[in-house]
Protein backbone atom coordinates (compact mmCIF):
# COMPACT_ATOMS: atom_id res chain seq x y z
CA UNK A 1 0.00 0.00 0.00
CA UNK A 2 2.93 2.33 0.69
CA UNK A 3 5.18 1.28 -2.06
CA UNK A 4 5.89 2.89 -5.12
CA UNK A 5 3.11 2.48 -7.69
CA UNK A 6 5.01 1.54 -10.34
CA UNK A 7 5.03 3.36 -14.14
CA UNK A 8 4.27 1.42 -17.22
CA UNK A 9 4.40 3.88 -19.73
CA UNK A 10 2.33 1.57 -22.24
CA UNK A 11 0.09 0.68 -19.85
CA UNK A 12 -1.96 3.17 -17.58
CA UNK A 13 -4.27 0.27 -16.61
CA UNK A 14 -5.73 0.48 -13.70
CA UNK A 15 -6.28 4.08 -14.44
CA UNK A 16 -7.96 5.76 -16.99
CA UNK A 17 -5.43 6.87 -20.07
CA UNK A 18 -6.94 9.94 -20.00
CA UNK A 19 -5.52 10.56 -16.09
CA UNK A 20 -1.95 8.52 -16.42
CA UNK A 21 -0.89 10.22 -19.26
CA UNK A 22 -2.03 13.83 -18.24
CA UNK A 23 -0.58 13.38 -14.99
CA UNK A 24 2.83 12.89 -15.84
CA UNK A 25 2.87 15.45 -19.20
CA UNK A 26 1.32 17.80 -17.10
CA UNK A 27 3.18 16.93 -14.72
CA UNK A 28 6.72 17.66 -16.10
CA UNK A 29 4.98 21.20 -17.66
CA UNK A 30 4.69 22.06 -14.17
CA UNK A 31 7.92 21.47 -13.01
CA UNK A 32 10.23 23.44 -16.01
CA UNK A 33 7.28 26.27 -15.66
CA UNK A 34 8.02 26.16 -11.98
CA UNK A 35 11.77 26.26 -12.59
CA UNK A 36 11.09 29.17 -15.36
CA UNK A 37 9.60 31.24 -12.55
CA UNK A 38 11.71 30.90 -10.07
CA UNK A 39 14.98 31.94 -12.57
CA UNK A 40 12.81 34.82 -14.09
CA UNK A 41 12.92 38.46 -12.50
CA UNK A 42 10.44 38.64 -9.51
CA UNK A 43 6.83 40.64 -10.88
CA UNK A 44 7.40 40.88 -14.27
CA UNK A 45 6.07 39.47 -17.30
CA UNK A 46 7.81 35.98 -17.28
CA UNK A 47 7.85 35.18 -13.69
CA UNK A 48 3.68 35.67 -13.36
CA UNK A 49 3.25 33.45 -16.71
CA UNK A 50 5.48 30.52 -15.58
CA UNK A 51 4.21 31.00 -12.28
CA UNK A 52 0.35 30.55 -13.30
CA UNK A 53 1.19 27.83 -15.45
CA UNK A 54 2.49 26.25 -13.09
CA UNK A 55 -0.55 27.06 -10.87
CA UNK A 56 -2.84 25.55 -13.63
CA UNK A 57 -0.17 22.37 -13.82
CA UNK A 58 -0.76 21.38 -9.93
CA UNK A 59 -4.11 22.06 -10.34
CA UNK A 60 -4.96 19.53 -13.06
CA UNK A 61 -2.23 17.07 -11.77
CA UNK A 62 -4.31 17.15 -8.73
CA UNK A 63 -7.69 16.62 -10.36
CA UNK A 64 -5.76 13.58 -12.12
CA UNK A 65 -4.26 12.25 -9.00
CA UNK A 66 -7.52 11.93 -7.00
CA UNK A 67 -9.16 9.88 -10.21
CA UNK A 68 -6.07 8.04 -10.03
CA UNK A 69 -6.59 7.23 -6.11
CA UNK A 70 -10.30 6.35 -6.86
CA UNK A 71 -9.01 3.64 -8.34
CA UNK A 72 -5.95 2.82 -6.17
CA UNK A 73 -5.27 4.31 -2.96
CA UNK A 74 -1.67 5.16 -2.68
CA UNK A 75 -1.35 6.94 0.98
CA UNK A 76 1.92 8.70 -0.42
CA UNK A 77 -0.13 10.06 -3.39
CA UNK A 78 -2.83 11.17 -1.22
CA UNK A 79 -0.62 13.28 1.04
CA UNK A 80 0.92 14.98 -1.71
CA UNK A 81 -1.75 15.47 -3.49
CA UNK A 82 -3.20 17.58 -0.24
CA UNK A 83 -0.24 19.15 0.02
CA UNK A 84 0.73 20.41 -3.01
CA UNK A 85 -2.75 21.99 -3.29
CA UNK A 86 -2.28 22.98 -0.01
CA UNK A 87 0.93 24.67 -0.04
CA UNK A 88 0.05 26.31 -3.93
CA UNK A 89 -3.02 28.04 -2.50
CA UNK A 90 -1.21 29.39 0.23
CA UNK A 91 1.19 30.90 -1.88
CA UNK A 92 -1.38 32.42 -3.70
CA UNK A 93 -3.26 33.89 -0.65
CA UNK A 94 0.13 35.68 0.90
CA UNK A 95 -0.13 37.84 -2.13
CA UNK A 96 -3.70 39.05 -0.78
CA UNK A 97 -4.57 42.03 1.51
CA UNK A 98 -5.13 40.34 4.79
CA UNK A 99 -8.61 40.62 4.68
CA UNK A 100 -10.88 38.58 6.65
CA UNK A 101 -12.01 36.67 3.68
CA UNK A 102 -8.10 35.89 3.16
CA UNK A 103 -7.62 34.86 6.27
CA UNK A 104 -10.60 32.81 6.93
CA UNK A 105 -9.50 31.00 3.56
CA UNK A 106 -5.77 30.52 5.00
CA UNK A 107 -7.14 29.12 8.07
CA UNK A 108 -9.53 26.65 5.88
CA UNK A 109 -6.55 25.58 3.97
CA UNK A 110 -4.97 24.73 7.56
CA UNK A 111 -7.61 22.73 8.51
CA UNK A 112 -7.30 21.10 5.22
CA UNK A 113 -4.07 19.82 5.57
CA UNK A 114 -4.30 18.80 9.43
CA UNK A 115 -7.17 16.64 7.67
CA UNK A 116 -5.31 15.18 5.43
CA UNK A 117 -2.69 14.17 7.55
CA UNK A 118 -5.16 12.82 10.07
CA UNK A 119 -6.64 10.94 7.02
CA UNK A 120 -2.61 9.86 6.18
CA UNK A 121 -1.58 8.67 9.71
CA UNK A 122 -4.76 6.85 10.22
CA UNK A 123 -3.70 4.31 7.27
CA UNK A 124 0.22 4.80 8.07
CA UNK A 125 -0.13 3.64 11.64
CA UNK A 126 -2.53 0.62 11.12
CA UNK A 127 0.15 -0.29 8.45
CA UNK A 128 3.14 0.02 10.80
CA UNK A 129 1.81 -2.12 13.40
CA UNK A 130 0.89 -4.53 10.71
CA UNK A 131 4.70 -4.44 10.05
CA UNK A 132 3.58 -3.32 6.25
CA UNK A 133 6.06 -0.67 6.43
CA UNK A 134 8.50 0.88 8.66
CA UNK A 135 8.51 3.34 11.32
CA UNK A 136 10.26 5.60 9.75
CA UNK A 137 8.35 5.65 6.39
CA UNK A 138 4.95 7.69 7.48
CA UNK A 139 7.39 10.40 9.23
CA UNK A 140 9.51 10.73 6.24
CA UNK A 141 6.25 11.94 4.07
CA UNK A 142 5.24 13.87 6.91
CA UNK A 143 7.95 16.16 7.02
CA UNK A 144 7.55 18.74 4.38
CA UNK A 145 3.31 18.88 6.00
CA UNK A 146 4.45 19.32 9.34
CA UNK A 147 7.21 22.39 8.31
CA UNK A 148 3.95 24.24 6.12
CA UNK A 149 1.80 23.98 9.00
CA UNK A 150 4.88 24.95 11.25
CA UNK A 151 4.98 27.95 9.12
CA UNK A 152 1.10 28.49 9.09
CA UNK A 153 1.59 28.70 13.09
CA UNK A 154 4.29 31.40 12.56
CA UNK A 155 2.04 33.46 9.94
CA UNK A 156 -0.85 34.01 12.34
CA UNK A 157 1.08 34.36 15.02
CA UNK A 158 2.84 37.77 13.21
CA UNK A 159 -0.28 38.66 11.62
CA UNK A 160 0.46 42.26 11.83
CA UNK A 161 3.88 41.81 10.22
CA UNK A 162 1.90 40.67 6.82
CA UNK A 163 2.60 42.87 4.54
CA UNK A 164 6.55 42.38 5.72
CA UNK A 165 6.33 38.57 6.26
CA UNK A 166 4.07 37.51 2.63
CA UNK A 167 7.11 37.73 0.29
CA UNK A 168 8.97 35.11 2.06
CA UNK A 169 5.31 33.28 2.40
CA UNK A 170 4.95 33.33 -1.23
CA UNK A 171 7.95 32.20 -1.97
CA UNK A 172 8.17 29.44 0.76
CA UNK A 173 5.13 28.31 -0.24
CA UNK A 174 5.87 28.18 -3.74
CA UNK A 175 9.11 26.57 -3.28
CA UNK A 176 7.86 23.25 -0.90
CA UNK A 177 4.48 22.66 -3.99
CA UNK A 178 7.59 22.51 -6.30
CA UNK A 179 9.41 20.39 -4.23
CA UNK A 180 6.62 17.91 -3.45
CA UNK A 181 5.66 17.74 -7.45
CA UNK A 182 9.28 16.88 -7.77
CA UNK A 183 9.93 14.39 -5.25
CA UNK A 184 6.88 12.34 -6.71
CA UNK A 185 8.18 11.36 -9.70
CA UNK A 186 11.80 10.49 -7.52
CA UNK A 187 9.81 8.17 -5.74
CA UNK A 188 8.87 6.44 -8.90
CA UNK A 189 12.02 6.65 -10.58
CA UNK A 190 14.08 5.06 -7.77
CA UNK A 191 11.70 1.95 -7.89
CA UNK A 192 12.46 1.44 -11.48
CA UNK A 193 16.61 1.53 -11.08
CA UNK A 194 17.47 4.90 -10.95
CA UNK A 195 20.60 4.88 -9.77
CA UNK A 196 20.39 7.09 -6.79
CA UNK A 197 21.06 6.00 -3.03
CA UNK A 198 17.82 6.04 -1.13
CA UNK A 199 18.09 8.06 1.39
CA UNK A 200 19.32 10.70 -1.09
CA UNK A 201 15.53 10.45 -2.91
CA UNK A 202 14.24 10.58 0.57
CA UNK A 203 16.11 13.29 2.55
CA UNK A 204 17.30 15.01 -1.33
CA UNK A 205 13.91 17.20 -2.08
CA UNK A 206 13.94 18.04 1.76
CA UNK A 207 16.99 19.23 1.65
CA UNK A 208 16.62 21.28 -1.55
CA UNK A 209 13.31 22.83 -0.27
CA UNK A 210 15.38 23.62 2.74
CA UNK A 211 18.35 25.33 0.11
CA UNK A 212 15.78 27.06 -2.21
CA UNK A 213 13.99 28.76 1.06
CA UNK A 214 17.06 30.28 2.07
CA UNK A 215 18.64 31.31 -1.35
CA UNK A 216 15.40 33.36 -1.98
CA UNK A 217 15.17 34.48 1.19
CA UNK A 218 18.66 35.89 0.97
CA UNK A 219 18.38 37.18 -2.66
CA UNK A 220 15.06 38.76 -2.65
CA UNK A 221 13.25 38.74 1.06
CA UNK A 222 16.07 41.10 2.64
CA UNK A 223 16.11 43.73 -0.30
CA UNK A 224 12.12 43.81 0.52
CA UNK A 225 11.33 47.08 1.96
CA UNK A 226 8.40 46.86 4.43
CA UNK A 227 4.79 47.81 2.98
Known amino acids: MFGPDKIDLTDPSPYLALSYYSHIIIGIVGLVAALVAFAAAKGKTWHIRAGWTFVAAVAIVAASSFEMLANVFIPPLFMAVFTAIY ?35 SIALEAVRNGAIPAFGPVVIAIIPLILLGGDINWFLNGNNRNRLRLARHLNRMVWAFVVVLRAPLVELAAHGLPVPGPVIIVGPIALGIAMGAYFR ?5 LQKPA
Do not use: H, N, P, Q
Not at 218 to 222: G, I, L, T
Open 87 to 121: AMAGALLALRKGTAAVRSAEVGLFVFELAGLFIFF
Open 218 to 222: WRYVR
